[in-house]
Every structure is written in C-alpha cells, then in structure tokens.
C-alpha cells in the first residue's frame, strides 16, 4: 500500500540511494535487467523500489509479465530526480574546485569511436589526465552530436568531442583534430567499376541511393551538395559500412575506418578528389557556467596532445 502522504521531509543519504536505484531501474527497464548494474538482487531491488514508493507517497511503477514502466508520477518524479542528482554533482563539483586533490566524476561524450584516427589522440589525453587526477572516475558515452551538445549544456555532461561545423553560442569549442571523408560504393554497386577519376557529372548520382546520419553532421552537408538524398538514415558509422557493403547504397567513411574495407576490396571510392572534404572535431563546455577543475584539466590534456596533430 502507498502512503497518501509522503513520509519524506528531509532528505537523506537513504532517500538518495533509492532515488538513484530508481533511476537506474527505469533506464535498464526492470528489476532483472538491472540486477548486474545495480549487484543487487530483484526481490531487493523491488523491495527498494516499494520503499521509495512509501517513502514519497506515490506510485512511481507499474510492475506486470511485459515488465517494469513508470506511472505518469512516476515520469514526474524520474525528471526531478536527474535535475536532483545534477544538483547533487555540482555541489560536488565546488567541494572540488576548494580542494587541490581533484575528485569525483568526469562526463565525457563522443560522436564516434577515435581510436581508428591517426590525428585523434583522446587515449593519450586521458593518460595524461589520470598521472594527474588518479582518483577522479570516467563515465564516457556515445552518442549523436545533437544529443552531446544539450547534455553538456545542461550539465549533465561535463566535456563531449563533436564535429565542429555548426557551432552554438553557449558552448566553448577546443579545436583537437580532423578526419578526412570519402564517398565510397561496395561491391556489386553499378558504380563499382567507375574509374577513379571519373568525374561527378557523368555519374548521374542522384539516381543512386544514399545512406547518411539522421542528424545534421558535415555527412549530410556533403550529400546535399552532390545532389543526392538520403535512401537510408543511419545512428552511427557501423550501420554506415554495412549499407555500403551491400553494394545498394553510397556513403560517406572516414577514410581511416574505410582502410580495412578497402585492402579486402570491398568498397572503393567514388570520385575522391571531388567529393572528399575533411571535419574538424572539437571539445565542447559549457560557456556560461565555468568548467569544473577536472574538466578544465582534462580539456587542457586534450588540447595539449593534440597541439601538433591538427590537419589544415
């Protein structure tokens, strides 16, 4: 049974630690799923849950055979509980600026996975930043620059590293590296067999079918400009080789994921002097709340390891 009024006046430590269990339930979408998460059993967890439901005198879930889904309370409560734990990060972040042994959670966000650019050296920024901040943890994401953008500024994110073609005025941007693109055709593709140097106006491009991001990103751009539009909308650069693997599609690679593909012959490019272009990518902060001191330091090691790798 729910209490009709909520048993909680006062915060505490208790009160915190449901919140975020609750949090992390909703997130993994139920009791099971978030057993290994949370290293807690299911009958604990939702015993956890009850007590949280007593404790704010609300209903927060709806439990049955399809699974776990928040109440419309629930929603409410979900949203307040994130602003909640923000503000309980912030505060730790200005317990951390007063003290010189840097603490806490750093946030990082990225577009794509770096690890494959040569001119991309974030592996080494957070080498040098943990001989600095050892005890500080990482959370790292990945997701669409649009989504990175309004986490970092609303603070849910501390520093992401995005494309930097469409800047906003409330983030900084940090300058790091490039990555030069090409687009690319798979085996099969009745462009295939066109000679490299081709050129654009004799291809008929836009009768051909063109995967791109689902998002604004230079991909898109570069596709507009060539006179072709999207057959396919894809999240991520996997989904993008895939595609163009099937011979049934053009896309836009990096040059450095579409290597591989093309040492096995199983890709090529089309027109490469004309349709190349190169994206700069760019750590982003918020603007009009200064950076906590571990961001301010981690945006340092990245501007630092990438000072010489900068591709004009």
Do not use: W
């Not at 776990?68 to 309370?73: A, F, G, K, N």
């Not at 650069?237 to 994921?257: C, F, K, M, N, T």
């Not at 579409?258 to 902060?285: N, Q, V």
């Amino acid at each position: 049974m729910i209490a009709k009024h909520a048993l909680v006046r006062t915060l505490s430590d208790v009160d915190i630690r449901l919140v975020k269990i609750f949090i992390t339930v909703t997130e993994c979408g139920g009791f099971a799923a978030s057993e290994l998460e949370l290293n807690i059993g299911r009958s604990t967890i939702s015993k956890h849950i009850s007590d949280l439901e007593t404790r704010i005198g609300l209903k927060l879930c709806n439990r049955g055979p399809s699974g776990l889904s928040p109440t419309p309370e629930g929603e409410q409560v979900l949203e307040a509980a994130r602003k909640l734990l923000v503000s309980i990060d912030g505060f730790q972040c200005e317990i951390d600026n007063i003290h010189s042994h840097l603490t806490g959670t750093l946030r990082i966000g990225l577009f794509n996975q770096s690890t494959t650019n040569p001119f991309a050296h974030v592996h080494k920024a957070i080498q040098r930043f943990d001989d600095i901040a050892p005890d500080v943890s990482l959370e790292i994401a990945l997701d669409p620059p649009v989504s990175l953008e309004a986490r970092v500024t609303d603070g849910t994110m501390d520093v992401a590293i995005v494309p930097g073609h469409r800047q906003t005025s409330q983030l900084d941007y940090t300058v790091l590296y490039s990555e030069h693109m090409t687009l690319y055709c798979g085996e099969g593709h009745a462009l295939f067999d066109t000679p490299p140097d081709a050129p654009v106006a004799e291809l008929d491009m836009a009768s051909h079918k063109y995967a791109g991001y689902a998002f604004n990103s230079p991909n898109l751009q570069a596709g507009h400009s060539l006179g072709i539009s999207r057959a396919a909308r894809v999240e991520e650069e996997g989904a993008l080789v895939l595609l163009i693997q099937s011979g049934r599609y053009l896309g836009y690679l990096a040059d450095h994921v579409a290597d591989t593909f093309l040492r096995l012959g199983t890709i090529r490019s089309i027109a490469p002097a004309e349709t190349g272009y190169s994206s700069t990518f760019a750590a982003i902060t918020r603007k009009k709340i200064v950076p906590d001191r571990k961001t301010q330091e981690f945006v340092s090691c990245l501007r630092t390891c990438h000072s010489t790798n900068i591709v004009q």
